[in-house]
C-alpha cells in the first residue's frame, strides 16, 4: 500500500519560517516527480513546489524565492522549506506525487500551516 504522510505544519508568525516534510511509504520515490499543492479556506488547491525525478524544480511567482523543495530519494522524502510566510500563505499542505510517465496521482492528509500574529 502506497503512503505519503506530511508533518511540520503549525501556527507561525508572520515573516516566519517552516520547514514541512513528507515520507513515502511502498514506493521508490527516485522514478518519481514530486509535488507540493496547498489548499486555503474556499479556495482551490493550487501547486506551490515542484521537483522532477531528474532534480529540476519550478515554482509559481506567489512563492518563488521563499519556497524551496527538496528530495532524498535515500530516504523516500520530499520537504519543503517556507521562508518570509505570509498569511496568504495560510493552507492544508499536501504532498503529491506520480511516477514518470505513469498515471497514478498519490496524495497526503495535508498538514495545516497557518501564518497568523
Known amino acids: 500500500q502506497v503512503q505519503f504522510v506530511e508533518s511540520g505544519g503549525g501556527l507561525v508568525q508572520p515573516g516566519g519560517s517552516l520547514r514541512l516534510s513528507c515520507v513515502a511509504s511502498?514506493?521508490?520515490?527516485?522514478?518519481?516527480?514530486l509535488d507540493w499543492y496547498r489548499q486555503g479556506p474556499g479556495k482551490q488547491r493550487e501547486l506551490v513546489a515542484r521537483i522532477l525525478w531528474g532534480g529540476i524544480t519550478n515554482y509559481p511567482d506567489s512563492v518563488k524565492g521563499r519556497f524551496t523543495i527538496s528530495r532524498d530519494d535515500a530516504k523516500n522524502t520530499v520537504n519543503l522549506q517556507m521562508n518570509s510566510l505570509k498569511p496568504e500563505d495560510t493552507a492544508v499542505y499536501y504532498c503529491?506525487?506520480?511516477?514518470?510517465?505513469?498515471?497514478?496521482?498519490?496524495w497526503g492528509q495535508g498538514t495545516q500551516v497557518t501564518v497568523s500574529s
Open positions: 511502498g514506493i521508490s520515490t527516485s522514478t518519481y516527480h
Open positions: 503529491h506525487g506520480r511516477e514518470a510517465g505513469g498515471s497514478v496521482d498519490y
